[in-house]
């Protein structure tokens, strides 16, 4: 693996591993023991776009081994005033030994890495956020103790995030159910990718049909970084999706309920079913440190 843009420049194999190592970083951080083995080592994080998960994240997770971690947001980069993404790449990766990028456009990712010298990772387009599910998927693991022939089923719109769990469903031998409005349907290309890779992946406007027996409940948010102006329409659209103890009920009765944060109370989710017993959003957001680490070990050592 030279850079992860999308779920699928990783293995079933290199999945697995990545899950092993993030697991033993987390032993490792719970009991105190530190590492150096990104020492002297310096990673660029470009932002076009918000974050708290991501950003923070990243950045202990280079403090934690040893590194060193710059947060770039394009508004104070010479990108943010016309110089190319190509030139950026370029520059960078005389300097850094990775680059994580969030982005608007999926292309810009695609162009980074093209023109960069360094592993590029995708922190979140448009089209894909594949470090969200490989710390769901580490988070689904502790839960269930397995992974192949679980039912995971997707509530909402189907996003970036929905993007990468289909395909993360797919390289995992879990099924996906994903249930949306006509309109907000996932990627095609990316189901005919998953489908490729032997996935299950059923798409249905019925949110009791994706529910029924799920051991997953996932859910995001219904107005993505980018989205803001189709809020109105978006919140009448969605409502009959929200992730509420009725759908909760359809599903296993260890259910787990998932969802990327930031979470909308009363709009993806209802606050009781966030808040309550089935609910691993913060373990999720948890993971995202552990994850990211053994990525980083795993691209820079
Ligand atoms: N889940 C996630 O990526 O959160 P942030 O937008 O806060 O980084
Ligand atoms: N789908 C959301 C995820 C935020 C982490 C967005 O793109 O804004």
């Known amino acids: 693996m030279k850079h992860l843009l999308s779920m699928t420049d990783l293995s079933h194999e290199e999945i697995i591993e990545l899950l092993d190592m993030a697991a033993d970083m987390k032993e490792k951080r719970l009991k105190g023991k530190v590492t150096d083995l990104l020492k002297n080592k310096s990673m660029g994080m470009i932002f076009e776009k918000s974050s708290t998960r991501t950003r923070v994240s990243f950045e202990v997770a280079m403090s934690d081994l040893g590194g060193h971690a710059l947060y770039l947001n394009t508004r104070d980069m010479q990108l943010g005033r016309g110089e190319t993404v190509a030139d950026t790449a370029a520059v960078l990766s005389r300097y850094l030994y990775c680059i994580v990028a969030r982005v608007y456009s999926h292309d810009t990712v ?170 691993v959003v913060f373990d999720q957001a948890e993971n995202r440190l552990h994850a990211q680490k053994a990525l980083l070990l795993k691209l820079m050592c």
């Open 110 to 279: 695609k162009e980074l890495a093209e023109h960069s010298a360094v592993p590029v990772v995708n922190a979140l387009s448009d089209l894909e956020h594949p470090c969200q599910i490989l710390a769901d998927l580490l988070t689904i693991r502790e839960y269930k103790n397995r992974l192949q022939g679980l039912k995971y089923a997707w509530i909402g719109d189907g996003n970036n995030v929905c993007n990468s769990a289909i395909l993360g469903c797919a390289l995992v031998g879990m099924e996906i159910s994903v249930a949306c409005p006509a309109g907000y349907e996932p990627d095609e290309d990316i189901v005919e990718q998953a489908r490729k890779l032997g996935g299950k992946v059923t798409i249905t406007q019925d949110p009791a049909e994706a529910a029924k027996d799920a051991d997953i409940l996932y859910t995001d948010v219904w107005i993505s970084m980018g989205d803001e102006d189709e809020r109105e329409k978006r919140l009448k659209e969605l409502m009959p999706y929200q992730i509420n103890s009725e759908l909760v009920d359809l599903a296993m009765q260890d259910v787990i309920v998932m969802h990327c944060l930031p979470a909308h109370r009363g709009e993806e989710i209802s606050a009781d079913v966030m808040d309550g017993p089935h609910s």
